[in-house]
């Protein structure tokens, strides 16, 4: 089993900045995909940054076209840890933001945080 914690969130005014966390924890081979999605009120959840790695040492990102340029996703696969850095954060990005992973295994089992609040508002 494996458990996946976010860290990092908070109240934030627009123009601000945070670094989300996300350890992974537990019976734990490697992971294919680690990623960021959020969901904010009455909204469906979506997907925000995620890293891809093709092999060990070839690895891809992905943004959303509304956070591009002022986040950055980073990751450790050996620490089973990753970050969200947000920068310029705006108002519409107020939302529960979730970490999810992709086992690198046959399975390919897919595991989520249990969420991390982020408002921004002056």
């Known amino acids: 089993q494996v458990q996946l914690v976010e860290s990092g969130g908070g109240l934030v005014q627009p123009g601000g900045s945070l670094r989300l966390s996300c350890a992974a924890s537990g019976s734990i081979v490697s992971f294919k995909v680690m990623g960021w999605y959020r969901q904010a009120a009455g909204k469906e959840r979506e997907l925000v940054a995620q890293?891809?790695?093709?092999?060990?040492?070839?690895?891809?990102?992905e943004y959303a076209g509304s956070v591009k340029g002022r986040f950055t996703i980073s990751g450790d696969n050996d620490k089973k840890t990753w970050y969200l850095e947000m920068n310029n954060l705006e108002p519409d990005d107020t939302a529960v933001y979730y970490c999810?992973?992709?086992?690198?295994?046959?399975?390919?089992?897919?595991?989520w945080g249990q969420g991390t609040q982020v408002t921004v508002s002056s």
């Open positions: 890293i891809t790695r093709a092999d060990a040492t070839d690895a891809s990102t």
């Open positions: 999810r992973a992709v086992t690198a295994t046959f399975t390919a089992t897919t595991y």
